[in-house]
Every structure is written in C-alpha cells, then in structure tokens.
C-alpha cells in the first residue's frame, strides 16, 4: 500500500513537471492607453492653448453649462480636464448609490472631468442619459 502511494506520488509529480516544461514564463502584462491631459497627439507637452480632445462635443458643452450654473459662475471659468469613453459597467454609470438597484449591462458612454478654482468635477453620461454631475463616483 505504501509503495503503491509513493509510486503514484512519483508518477503525479513526474506528470506536473512534465506539463510545465515549455513553459515560456509569465507574460508581461498589457496596458491600456490612457489620454494624458499634459500631452498632445504628436506625443509632446500641450501648452494651454490647445484644447482637450472631445472638448467641443455637445454633451462636453453641456456639462460646462451645467456646471457654471450650479456653482453660479460664468462657463469660461470652467475647464475641461479630460475627456474618456467609459464602458459602465451597470445602469448607474459609475455613480451608484447606496439602497438603489441598477441594471446590469454594459453601458458606453463618458467620463468628463471638469476644474474651477483647482476642484475637480466629474460628470458621466451613457445610454440614452445627458451627462450629469456626479458627486460621488465608483467608478
């Protein structure tokens, strides 16, 4: 019985370093590219003149809009710090609450972060919803 247990021990360790002989190693892992405000397409620093990608869409403008008139200021004082396609990954776009239930779908949609007097503000949109300010994100 013993040597039956040590055989089949022998056989089992045998089989395990056989299946990991080819074994190229760990593979490094991919990155996604990210949109960094401080750089341009071509690859270099942006200056302050050349706007953020997407700065111009309506719901981007939107969002300025709406911004300016919750804080009571005027919308030139907003500025777009980002622009993101976002992937939801449920009905609350990122800005789930605590009690609520959400749908669980996928939902393209985007991130807008926006700045006034060094505050970050960010604003999610997807689906067939505008953007709105999202005081909280989750994600």
Do not use: N
């Not at 907003?78 to 605590?98: F, H, I, N, P």
């Not at 009690?99 to 991130?111: D, L, P, Q, V």
Request: glycine fraction near 12%; charge should be negative; charged fraction near 20%.
């Amino acid at each position: 019985m013993v040597r039956a247990r040590t055989l089949l021990g022998a056989v089992a360790l045998g089989l395990l370093l056989t299946g990991c002989g080819d074994d190229p190693g760990p593979t490094a892992p991919q990155e996604t590219a990210v949109d960094d405000p401080t750089e341009t397409p071509s690859g270099g620093p942006s200056d302050d003149s050349s706007p953020v990608p997407g700065a111009d869409a309506p719901d981007v403008r939107a969002s300025v809009d709406d911004l300016a008139a919750v804080l009571g200021i005027d919308a030139a004082d907003v500025t777009v710090v980002a622009v993101q396609e976002v992937a939801w990954s449920d009905g609350s776009r990122g800005c789930a609450k605590k009690g609520m239930t959400y749908t669980m779908s996928i939902i393209e949609g985007a991130r807008i972060t926006l700045e006034v007097d060094g505050t970050t503000y960010e604003y999610h949109s997807g689906g067939s919803r505008p953007p709105f300010l999202c005081e909280r994100p989750t994600q």
